[in-house]
């Protein structure tokens, strides 16, 4: 049985502020956070979740978000180039949701069959009016042009691999359950963006930048939500859902932390 690594890698960075990251936070406050996209290898099939963001035009401004790095096709074949591979030689894309930070380059993918949950597929089209603004047709109406492949629920990749459906931040997001040499680790996606989301007793949070900043701890709350949410009853329900499934909280990975550049999982 195949045992597989995570590598989590940076494909741009962007400003966000503490308020977007988590319910109540500052809203002046701004930290360096990475685009994320994540190399799972094992097995013998390359396997990447999510597909990175737009490279920035002349304000540096993708979607209302800063982008103080890298972004576009440049962002994507770096990453994969520091772990040996390129976007033509992945055989699965994995697409955590259709936010405009996770599927902007799938295209580069050619070669793979892309995995969306048909839940995501239908509603990122016609989206709740606050998520309007992070879903941008024509970076996923493409996806039929490709070997696109729409699931429900938990679906299995390839033999230790499988999607999980964990609704909450959008209608239709999934994450990853992988088998790895210590144990199942789960990819949340953008159900958390940090660690804090997943342990609120934190009280500070270092960014990509080295710089620290202080964040309310609320030891009162088993998890707290980002600010980016459609439905916190299936939130809460996802959160002990991953809980449940990973072997332990070392191995959930979230979807936007600072701390997991450069680290390798399993
Ligand atoms: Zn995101």
Redesign the pocket.
């Known amino acids: 049985m195949a045992k597989y690594k995570i590598h989590p890698l940076e494909v741009a960075r962007l400003g966000a502020p503490l308020g977007v990251l988590s319910m109540g936070g500052d809203m002046q406050t701004f930290i360096v956070a990475p685009v994320l996209i994540f190399y799972i290898e094992g097995g013998g099939k390359k396997i990447v979740m999510d597909a990175g963001i737009e490279a920035p035009g002349e304000q540096g401004v993708v979607h209302g978000f800063p982008v103080v790095g890298g972004g576009g096709e440049e962002g994507v074949r770096a990453a994969l180039k520091s772990v040996g591979t390129t976007p033509e030689e992945i055989d699965y894309l994995v697409l955590s949701h259709l936010?405009f930070?996770?599927c902007a380059e799938a295209p580069l993918f050619k070669n793979a069959r892309v995995i969306v949950q048909k839940k995501e597929w239908e509603t990122a089209f016609h989206p709740v009016p606050t998520a309007r603004q992070f879903y941008e047709s024509s970076l996923f109406r493409n996806l039929e042009a490709m070997d696109l492949v729409l699931v429900e629920g938990e679906y299995e990749v390839t033999q230790g691999v499988s999607t999980l459906f964990l609704p909450g931040h959008s209608q239709g997001l999934q994450g990853l359950a992988v088998d790895t040499a210590v144990g199942t680790a789960v990819l949340t996606g953008?159900l958390c963006y940090s660690y804090y989301n997943l342990d609120p007793t934190r009280t500070e949070l270092t960014d990509l930048a080295g710089t620290t900043v202080a964040v309310v701890p609320r030891p009162d709350l088993p998890f707290l939500p980002p600010a980016i949410f459609v439905n916190l009853v299936d939130w809460y329900d996802s959160m002990w859902k991953v809980v449940a499934r990973a072997s332990s909280r070392d191995l959930i990975i979230p979807?936007?932390d600072p701390s997991i550049v450069g680290k390798v999982f399993g």
Do not use: F, L
């Open positions: 936010h930070d996770h953008d979807g936007h």
